[in-house]
Every structure is written in structure tokens, then in C-alpha cells.
């Protein structure tokens, strides 16, 4: 908890926002603030540990117990901000007019103090506001990163089918409606901003801006000659094809022990863009952002509010009940892939779906998480287990290090299932491995129950939004390594370790070795008769462990 985040994502020569301080007092005081930025949101912030929690909530909080509020945690703020009131300039962060909507102070219930709640991911609480009042909740959501959802109580304050009154009117209308749910109105010709139904207005999406016009006067060169430098610096404005990338700050020390900057990220991505393109192209991405490097604070971006004119984004609803929508970045081009590695964000997070057909993944993955202590010769031969399953169901399967510190296992499929269906069939698979090799794996999601030197063979990442590192993939890592596709073969000798891969060598690789991991892009399995297999061998497992413990 602090402001570094939130001091370096700001330059407060430009800003009128205020530097601010942590503050030794802890009056459990709140805000909620109308936000005219590119999109229209209210940020709803808690005073806890002298610092204001804060939360961007789409649509705004209600008093009604049927609406169940988005709520995306944000960086906190200092306390100053809760008096706070004015407009952010033009290219700043939260660029837009900033009004105070609603203060007071709230109450904590439910047991333990609020930051204990709140890490523990339901806070409950009572607001003491001139527009809210009565208990509310704030809940984690437990698929998405940062997201929480916020929601009235039913007590003598709640007021069914409430509507929200906006201090500023957009487009002459005065309100938001309540249950803002369907599809963007946009696509049936209406009007409106971000996504919110404002009176009978409707969504106007993400704001795009030319990034040409944003370079100005500044020389324009070439990806290839810029990125060519040996070393690099200072702002540069690259030409990717037809596009023009800003990039400011490649000095920028980003894996400090190790001597990678930001530079040097973003001329990785731009060298192996041909390599992992294909693996972004067509599915949401998942940014996770560092902006000061590995050891400085980080956050998590699903929704995006403003990008450039070559960025692809598609507006997902979230599943919280409320009906609204979420733009996520897609990966389909190489300007993209530098426009975020320049946001910092060092990790490419794509969804196992495509955006053509969502509901149907066309791969599924078991990442092996080994504990402290395990050898990688270990996580190897859990590997080779998790193989031989997938090969007696008829599968292929292909391997790669996570970067981190274990392997990732890809399964390619024909996408004609449903996400239900492959997550049962890959938590089938992940259990017979650990009952296969059950002295060093196990499917226990409890790290506190897994005991020492196990490997958790993870599942649980196959369902719909969820996501694992690309390959090809720069990790947050010492070392800058990188996700790198492996030979069965390499696994076999068990010589390897996730350090052998990073940014200074995975291009030779590739150019030696190609791309490992082509087949899971064209490779269709079916799964007709694998699912039948797959209980069969499910259930003879258990059966067999049965007698065993007889």
C-alpha cells in the first residue's frame, strides 16, 4: 500500500492533481467521483491505511440491491484527493473533467478491520453520505484480476429501481438508467459515452486518436533503423508499416540487476512480432502493466479507455450480473504489440478463445507450479506423465517453459466445445497425473495443503476470460526470460531450466530451431471419443484408489 503508482503514472507539472502524502490518521472517510474522462465513470475510494482505495465503477454505485456494480481496483490515492475537483489535461493520465459526486464517511461491519477484509476479497461496510447511505459490499470477483463488484444491502436506505443523477447532463440527459444491460447501443445507431445508458443515450465505446498527429514535429523513422540502435534512448516515434508508435522513455531501466531497459522490451517484441503475432491475432488481451520495470509497483488493465487508431478493441460483457462491457486490446498487429510494450506492459495475456467465437476455445493448457525446492528435472517428469495421459486420449500435446519457474503444456483442439467441456476434460487429465505421480504432484489448490516439494498441476486456467502467458512472451522475471516452446525431446534429456530462454537469446533460437510451437495453431484435434476416455480413465483411477486405501 502507498503512492508510488500513483506519483508515477503522473507528471504533476502538468496535472493539477495534488502529489500528496500517506497520512498517519484514518478518519474513514470516502468519495465518489464524476469522471468525464474519455469514457464517462465514477471512482468510488475508501480512506484505509492512509491511503483512498480506489475502485473505477463504470455505471456508477446504486441504491438499488439488484444492481450489482463493476468496480476495477485502481492505484491508490493520497487523501488529498478527496477534495479534489478539476480537469486533467490532454494526454495526461485520466485526461478529463474530475467533479466530487458524493463524501461522508463509512462504518465497517462484518468482522475485521477494512484492510484486512479487503485483502481477504468482501468488505462490508456502511456509507454515511449525502447521496449513499446504508451498507454496502465490495466483492473480488474470482476469474478476473482487479475487478470486484459493489453492491447496496437491502436495509431502510435501499431504493428499488434507483437512478443515478449526473452533476454535469451528457447530451441533455440527466441520469443513468438502472439494469444498462444488452449489447452496445451504438451498433442500433444511438449516442452516448462509454458504454454507459445515459437517459436514453447509449455507448460510444473507445475513444481512437491519431498517433501521427500526437507525434507532431517529431522525425519519424523506421521500426527496423530505429530499433537497430545499439543502445536506446529518450523518445523516438517509429514507423511499424503504415502506423506511427510513440515510444518515450527507452533508457528506462526495466530489469535493473540485469541491464534490459525499456528499449530493449520493445525491440524484442518488434524482432519476434512475426513468432508470437500469430498467437495474439484475433483474442483479447489481458495487460498487466509495470511502468517503472520488475521491481516497481504494477497493476492489472482489462478495460481500456483511449488507444490509437491502429489498436483493435472489442467490448466483452462481464459476467457480474449488470450487463455491461469491458474493451479489451486485441493482438493483431505489430504496432499494437509495440504500443503496449511502451505502456509497460511486459507480458502478452491472450484468451484461449478468438473473438469470432468466444464461448470456444481452441486450446487448452495445464501449467505445472512447482513448489520451493523442486528440481526442474522433476517438473520434466511430470511433464512426460501429464504427455503419456494426454497420448493414451489420443492427444498431442506440446510444451513450453511458463518463464517463471515451471512448463506450460498446450493441448491444440478443434474450438467446437464449449469452455465447460474442456475444463472438465483437462480437470480429468490434471487428476489422473497426480495420481499417477502422487509422491511429487497433486491438483490441490491450497498451497498451505500441498505440502513441500510438490508440483500443482493447474487446471484451473481453462476457463472462459482466463489466460496464460503467450509463448514467445517476455516474463517479469530476473533475467527478462521468456516463454519459450520446447522439443519433447528437450524435455526427455531433462537438460533445460527456465533461465536457458530470454530476451538477449530467443531470437537465435527461432532462427535455428523455427517455430516449435506452429502445430498448436493448426493442429485440430476432436474430442469425440476423448471425453468418453477421458472419464473412463478418470474413474478407474479412483476405483483403483479405492482398493488401495481399503
Not at 47 to 56: A, C, P, Q
Not at 196 to 220: I, P, S
Request: hydrophobic fraction near 35%.
Amino acid at each position: 500500500m502507498g503512492l508510488e503508482t500513483y506519483r508515477k503514472m503522473r507528471d504533476f507539472r502538468r496535472t493539477p492533481e495534488p502529489r500528496g502524502s500517506v497520512s498517519k490518521a484514518n478518519r474513514r472517510r470516502f468519495v465518489v467521483q464524476e469522471h468525464h474522462a474519455s469514457k464517462l465513470h465514477f471512482d468510488f475510494r475508501l480512506e484505509v491505511g492512509g491511503v483512498l482505495k480506489s475502485w473505477s465503477v463504470p455505471r456508477g454505485p446504486s441504491l438499488d440491491p439488484a444492481e450489482k456494480r463493476l468496480a476495477v481496483e485502481t492505484e491508490d490515492h493520497p487523501v488529498e484527493y478527496l477534495k479534489f475537483e478539476g480537469t486533467i489535461p490532454e494526454g495526461e493520465y485520466g485526461a478529463g473533467e474530475h467533479m466530487k459526486w458524493d463524501g461522508g464517511t463509512y462504518e465497517v461491519l462484518g468482522e475485521g478491520a477494512a484492510a484486512e477484509q479487503l485483502e481477504k476479497g468482501r468488505f462490508d461496510f456502511a456509507l454515511k453520505g449525502e447521496k449513499l447511505r446504508g451498507a454496502f459490499t465490495l466483492v473480488r470477483m474470482t476469474r478476473r484480476a482487479g475487478e470486484w463488484l459493489l453492491f447496496k444491502r437491502s436495509d431502510e436506505f435501499a431504493e428499488e429501481g434507483w437512478e443515478l443523477r449526473l452533476r454535469r447532463p451528457l447530451d441533455g440527459q440527466e441520469t443513468i438508467r438502472a439494469k444498462a444491460k444488452g449489447k452496445r447501443q451504438k451498433a442500433k445507431g444511438g449516442s452516448g459515452v462509454g458504454g454507459l445508458k445515459v437517459g436514453g443515450g447509449a455507448g460510444a465505446g473507445v475513444r481512437k486518436f491519431d498517433t501521427a498527429e500526437r507525434a507532431g514535429a517529431g522525425k519519424v523513422v523506421t521500426a527496423g533503423r530505429a530499433l537497430g540502435a545499439k543502445s536506446l534512448a529518450g523518445d523516438l516515434n517509429v514507423k511499424v508499416g503504415r502506423e506511427v508508435v510513440p515510444l518515450t522513455h527507452m533508457e528506462r531501466a526495466y530489469w535493473p540487476e540485469d541491464g534490459y531497459t525499456k528499449g530493449d522490451l520493445v525491440r524484442y517484441y518488434f524482432q519476434i512480432a512475426k513468432q508470437i503475432l500469430p498467437y495474439l491475432a484475433d483474442r483479447p488481451l489481458i495487460m498487466k502493466r509495470y511502468p517503472s520495470g520488475i521491481g516497481g509497483p504494477s497493476f492489472h488493465q482489462h478495460d481500456v479507455n483511449e488507444v490509437p487508431s491502429f489498436v483493435r478493441t472489442v467490448p466483452l460483457e462481464v459476467e457480474d450480473g449488470g450487463g455491461h462491457e469491458v474493451d479489451y486490446v486485441v493482438g493483431d498487429n505489430a504496432a499494437t504489440l509495440l504500443y503496449m510494450a511502451n505502456l509497460g506492459a511486459i507480458e502478452r495475456h491472450p484468451w484461449h478463445s478468438r473473438v469470432a467465437d468466444l464461448e470456444h476455445p481452441d486450446w487448452f493448457v495445464f501449467d505445472l507450479d512447482p513448489a520451493e525446492g523442486v528440481t526442474f528435472e522433476t517438473i520434466c517428469d511430470v511433464a512426460l506423465t501429464t504427455r503419456d495421459v494426454l497420448a493414451r486420449l489420443g492427444l498431442d500435446s506440446y510444451p513450453k517453459t511458463s518463464g517463471s519457474r515451471g512448463l506450460h503444456i498446450y493441448v491444440p483442439v478443434k474450438p467446437a466445445y464449449d469452455y465447460g467441456r474442456i475444463a472438465e476434460l483437462a480437470e480429468q487429465v490434471a487428476t489422473v497425473v497426480a495420481r499417477e505421480r502422487s509422491e511429487v504432484a497433486t491438483v490441490e489448490r491450497s498451497k498451505r495443503k500441498r505440502g513441500a516439494g510438490m508440483i500443482y498441476v493447474d487446471h484451473m486456467q481453462n476457463a472462459r476470460g482466463k489466460s496464460v502467458v503467450a509463448p514467445y512472451s517476455v516474463r517479469p522475471k530476473p533475467g527478462a526470460t521468456v516463454s519459450a516452446p520446447l522439443e519433447w525431446r528437450e524435455v526427455e534429456r531433462r537438460k533445460i531450466k527456465t533461465a536457458d530462454f530470454h530476451v538477449g537469446n530467443m531470437l537465435r533460437r527461432v532462427e535455428k530451431k523455427g517455430d516449435l510451437f506452429a502445430p498448436v495453431l493448426k493442429k485440430r484435434q476432436a474430442l469425440e471419443g476423448v471425453f468418453e476416455r477421458a472419464r473412463e480413465l478418470f474413474a478407474a483411477g479412483a476405483k483403483k484408489g479405492r482398493r488401495a486405501r481399503r
